[in-house]
């Protein structure tokens, strides 16, 4: 196949496995085999080393909500170079910073109002963290340390946040981790304890519930923070049941507890809202977002509080004895404020709220393949499980995981065109999150792929 120009694929390949180390990838998977290059982007789609096309069905890693190849953004962050690189926000203040928070503060539910930016989604759940344990500290409550987190849910990989991210396997060879972490039941209702297994609304409030059942556990004098994702990507998307939150809040209130609504994935129009607390109508104490605050045109994240847990740092002499070299970089306050005026200028929130039911409907159509046990999701944020028998939900052994994961479907679904991901760490799933300007076409390009894909899957078990 030929190279697209400049584009010297052999030089390429062989520096990037003399050199590179991809993240979360078995790197023996490329012993005998090129890496995937990813060149080039516009719009919708993603494009290799030889110009072949794939629809980016998961926004690369859930950031690019405006899609590829947006000049304007782009500018934005050339022209912010140009003016002021970079300054720290270690003592001072630069204007694209301020207008971002300012911006976010404006558009974040209820009272959260102070922004303290990082660069990634991981340093936001740490950052969080930190400043629980610290606001505590500071109120005369030192004990308040403890973090609960819903079973295989995904909060980072730095060793605070995988303290608090729930995934077995992920956190094995860096254990101990930082002490603290508590598992609570995650909102998968497709796999339910029998007793709430009929009922979406009583398996809500009993998942929530729960959390009080830990709080007592572990002694509530212990216990800082609950962090929640509004909808849980992994495992394949968790929608909440109705009342959940309300009943989450009810908690968190009665035991002192703060409610960290991580918002990494969920933020930034992925469920049709700036925010997905503002979508399951709960108020959370902090939000940690990251990826699409800036589409992936530069790198950013950060935490939205309240002034009520940033009084002890307002007055006196208390310092949140935190911070980050290039958290809040102007480059990418600048990019982040560009992207929002794409958001508003192409009303995408109203795009995702107009197409998602036929979003939906279109992914349901999969539900009459034998492998395919639920499609479940909100917004353009949706999880397919696939399962070894329709009726009694078995899912893949160990062994069958691998084949048909890592052996096939990955592979497959990327030669097809489509980039999605086979995740594991809990059931098997597909996940898929757009670009937030996707329409009917690309649902049906999506669709079709899958069909053909798992189709075959399903004659190979
Ligand atoms: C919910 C959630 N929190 C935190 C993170 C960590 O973000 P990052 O990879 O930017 O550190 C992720 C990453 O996918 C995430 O999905």
């Not at 990494?264 to 939000?287: H, K, M, N, S, T």
């Amino acid at each position: 196949m030929s190279n697209q120009p400049g584009i010297d694929n052999a030089a390429l390949q062989e520096a990037a496995k003399r050199n590179l180390w991809l993240h979360f990838t078995r790197m023996s998977t490329f012993a005998d085999a090129d890496m995937p290059l990813i060149v080039r982007g516009s719009g919708q789609y993603v494009y290799d080393q030889h110009g072949k096309r794939y629809l980016d069905g998961l926004s690369g890693l859930f950031v690019s909500q405006i899609g590829h190849g947006r000049a304007e953004v782009a500018e934005a962050g050339a022209r912010q170079a140009c003016e002021l690189a970079y300054f720290p926000l270690w003592s001072y203040a630069n204007p694209r910073a301020i207008e971002l928070a300012a911006r976010l503060a404006d558009l974040a539910p209820g009272d959260l109002n102070r922004v303290f930016f990082t660069t990634s989604g991981s340093e936001a759940v740490e950052s969080a963290w930190k400043l629980a344990k610290q606001y505590f500290k500071t109120i005369g409550e030192p004990d308040r340390y403890k973090v609960l987190s819903r079973e295989i849910a995904y909060h980072g990989t730095s060793l605070g946040a995988l303290a608090i991210t729930a995934l077995p396997g992920i956190k094995a060879p860096y254990e101990p981790l930082p002490a603290g972490g508590v598992r609570i039941p995650n909102t998968n209702f497709y796999r339910a304890p029998g007793f709430v297994a009929d009922d979406w609304a009583a398996f809500g409030l009993w998942a929530a519930d729960e959390i009080e059942r830990a709080i007592l556990r572990e002694g509530p004098e212990s216990v800082a923070a609950v962090f929640i994702e509004p909808v849980q990507n992994s495992g394949g998307c968790f929608p909440p049941p109705p009342g959940y939150f309300a009943r989450v809040r009810e908690i968190c209130d009665r035991y002192g507890v703060l409610l960290v609504s991580d918002e990494v994935i969920c933020a930034f129009g992925r469920l049709g809202y700036y925010f997905g607390a503002e979508r399951y109508g709960y108020q959370p104490d902090i939000i940690t977002f990251a990826k699409g605050v800036t589409s992936g045109y530069a790198p950013l994240g950060g935490m939205l509080v309240s002034d009520r847990l940033m009084e002890p740092f307002i007055e006196g002499h208390t310092t949140f004895l935190h911070g980050i070299t290039f958290a809040g970089h102007p480059v990418s306050c600048a990019v982040a404020l560009a992207n929002l005026d794409v958001f508003e200028k192409e009303d995408l929130l109203g795009n995702v709220r107009a197409n998602e039911a036929a979003f939906r409907a279109t992914l349901e159509k999969l539900n009459d393949l034998p492998i395919v046990g639920e499609v479940r999701g909100d917004g353009y944020f949706y999880g397919i499980e696939l399962v070894k028998d329709k009726v009694s939900r078995e899912t893949f052994d160990d062994d069958e995981s691998e084949r048909l994961l890592r052996g096939f479907l990955s592979q497959a679904l990327f030669s097809a065109g489509l980039i999605c991901r086979a995740d594991d760490r809990g059931d098997p799933v597909i996940q898929l999150a757009p670009p937030l300007t996707c329409t009917q076409e690309h649902f049906n390009e999506i669709e079709q792929v899958l069909r053909s894909v798992l189709t075959e899957a399903w004659s190979r078990i």
